[in-house]
């Protein structure tokens, strides 16, 4: 069975550290990206970012550039999400999810997230 | 930066029709992806590359696309299909993704 396996919750203090993990089974990790979605209470889905595992190419959303790390371990099939200083805003419902591709003619490609892990609560509280 | 546009809530009763549309400039060159999202759960995936429909996914689930705007009709609703669904689709480049403001179906 595919799937990806998510690290628990956490609570935290603003200005720590915190590092949460995606671990994929199933599948040939390093021949999918894996894309980082962010989800606030009570609000809607955000995209973070993506990582291939093969190479760890990294690509960032404009609006979380510079405010997390996203990077991988493929001997591990895992893949993470690390911030160095937690604020009271980076309190939310952290997806990871696995983009699969498709072909749709004429050399064009086009990609979806496919697997989905359940999520890890990060909740950022003095 | 670039936003795709679906409206906060629709409303519907069993066995009618719900239509969530969303909109942005890039649809036109870029494919839309529709997911599904109970409380307290993962998105699902419900419909890519704008109408097809991943396996397992009820035939009522339906997508199609005109110009900058998108649509997943459900046709027949269920009291199973209330839930949060989000469109999501690239820049115009492709390089940078993004998921619509989101949709809360409501089956009366």
């Known amino acids: 069975e595919v799937q990806l396996v998510q690290s628990g919750a956490e609570v935290k203090k603003p200005g720590e550290s915190l590092k949460i993990s995606c671990k994929g089974s199933?599948?040939?990790?390093?021949?999918?990206?894996i894309g980082w979605v962010r989800q606030m209470p009570g609000k809607g889905l955000e995209w973070m970012g993506i990582i291939y595992p093969g190479d760890s190419d990294t690509r960032y959303s404009p609006s979380f550039q510079g405010q997390v790390t996203i990077s991988a371990d493929k001997s591990i099939s895992t893949a993470y999400l690390q911030w160095s200083s937690l604020k009271a805003s980076d309190t939310a419902m952290y997806y990871c999810a696995r983009r699969s591709r498709g072909y749709s003619g004429y050399g064009l490609y086009y990609y979806y997230m496919d697997v989905w892990g359940k999520g890890t609560t990060v909740t950022v509280s003095s | 930066s670039y936003e795709l546009t679906q409206p906060p809530s629709v409303s519907v009763s069993p066995g009618q029709t719900a239509r969530i549309t969303c909109s942005g400039d890039a649809l036109p060159k870029q494919y839309a992806y529709w997911y599904q999202q109970k409380p307290g759960q993962a998105p699902v995936l419900v419909i890519y590359?704008?109408?097809e429909r991943p396996s397992g996914i009820p035939e009522r689930f339906s997508g199609s696309s005109s110009g900058t705007t998108v649509t997943l009709t459900i046709s027949g609703v269920q009291a199973e299909d209330e839930a949060d669904y989000y469109c999501?689709?690239?820049?115009?480049?492709?390089?940078?993704?993004?998921f619509g403001t989101g949709t809360k179906v409501t089956v009366l």
């Open positions: 590359k704008d109408s």
């Open positions: 199933g599948y040939s990790f390093t021949s999918y990206w």
């Open positions: 999501q689709s690239a820049d115009s480049s492709g390089t940078h993704y993004v």
